[in-house]
């Protein structure tokens, strides 16, 4: 599988050998409250309400997506912390966030596994 958009050249071809188990975890069992500035967490939350689950598929790639120069200039260890922490408070302004979030097509199969 692929982290970047379909125009994105190269960035597919660069494995980062990270599980999603080791950063996403947190993600998706707090439905980003653990990081997310409060405006942020409202507007990610809005649009689970709004739209459904899919919308926390779309954010987790959006934030891979917007760290992509990060990562890859990165060693495990560090882009491990990054995952953690998004030390940059930029890749958290909400309508940022969800103008990025909004460009990944996500569909869920019988609402459990997300094809990308």
Known sequence: STWGAPDDEGFEDTPLMLSPALYATEWF???????APVPT????WD??????????????????????????????????????TFPDESIWEPEALMACASQFQVVLDDETEPTL
């Open 29 to 35: 069992a707090t439905l980003f409250a653990y990081r």
């Open 47 to 84: 649009a689970l309400v709004a739209e459904g689950p899919v919308v926390l598929y779309q954010v987790a790639l959006a934030l891979l997506y917007q760290s992509q120069s990060a990562l890859l200039t990165s060693t495990f260890e560090e882009c491990l912390c990054h995952l953690k």
């Open 41 to 44: 967490l409202f507007r990610i």
